[in-house]
């Protein structure tokens, strides 16, 4: 069955350090990927999406994402977080044939001042 | 606000019973997905409905049932509940299937007592 992996469950950083997020997926057809957020209370809301074409996606809030099809990846980037970025972050693939939204586990991120 | 509601927000219910919660996708969305948020299994994917037809199904237990009616509104029905059915449940629909971005309800908080 098709999954959905996030390496880091959950990451503590100071304010201004860079953040990584991995991202793996099962699947070997054609997908869509995506990274969710979800701040303390809410809920869920795209961050970016990959469809086709250039594999570097910037999001909102200065978020970016990389996808590395050998590698069936797709890891979330920010060169400097922000206090405000604390949230869970969710990494979601759908199958183009099943049409399945599938998440990873969710990292959560703390960030401190 | 993602233009997706559900309702009720909270509900609070005891072992054995059995509760409804609706779902009202935006506006033109044809698709609805459900999902259970768990503090120990993440975003599992409940079931899928396209155009009041099921589209996909996930780790659905059989005591669950959904549903999408003509008006594209969806019910999740869960039934004889147990302490561990206790999550939030989210909605999310998407335009015209589901190889497009979802957007999510606030959810629905479920608590079995």
């Known amino acids: 069955a098709q999954s959905v992996s996030q390496h880091n469950h959950h990451v503590i950083l100071s304010e201004a350090a860079s953040l990584e997020l991995g991202c793996n997926y099962s699947?070997?057809?054609?997908?869509?990927l995506f990274w969710y957020v979800q701040y303390p209370g809410q809920h869920l809301q795209l961050l970016l999406k990959?469809?086709?074409?250039?594999?570097l996606v910037k999001g909102i809030k200065g978020f970016e994402a990389e996808f590395i099809k050998s590698k069936f990846s797709f890891n979330l980037r920010k060169p400097s977080v922000q206090w405000s970025d604390t949230a869970e972050y969710f990494c979601?693939?759908?199958?183009?044939?099943?049409?399945?939204?599938?998440f990873g586990t969710g990292t959560r991120l703390q960030v401190f001042p | 606000d993602s233009g997706v509601t559900q309702t009720p927000k909270h509900l609070i219910t005891a072992t054995g019973q059995r509760v409804t919660l609706r779902c009202s996708p935006r506006?033109?969305?044809?698709?609805v997905y459900w999902y259970q948020q768990s503090l120990d299994q993440g975003l599992q994917f409940l079931i899928q409905?396209?155009?009041?037809?099921?589209?996909a199904k996930g780790n659905i237990l059989e005591r669950f049932s959904a549903q999408q009616f003509p008006d594209l509104h969806s019910e999740l029905n869960l039934s004889s509940l147990e302490l561990g059915d206790s999550a939030l449940y989210f909605c999310?629909?998407?335009?015209?299937?589901?190889?497009?971005?979802?957007?999510f309800g606030q959810g629905t908080r479920l608590t079995v007592v």
């Open positions: 999310a629909s998407s335009v015209p299937t589901g190889a497009t971005e979802a957007f």
């Open positions: 699947y070997g057809g054609t997908v869509n």
């Open positions: 990959y469809f086709s074409g250039d594999p």
């Open positions: 979601a693939v759908i199958e183009w044939d099943t049409d399945k939204l599938i």
């Open positions: 506006s033109g969305d044809l698709s």
């Open positions: 409905y396209y155009n009041g037809e099921e589209r």
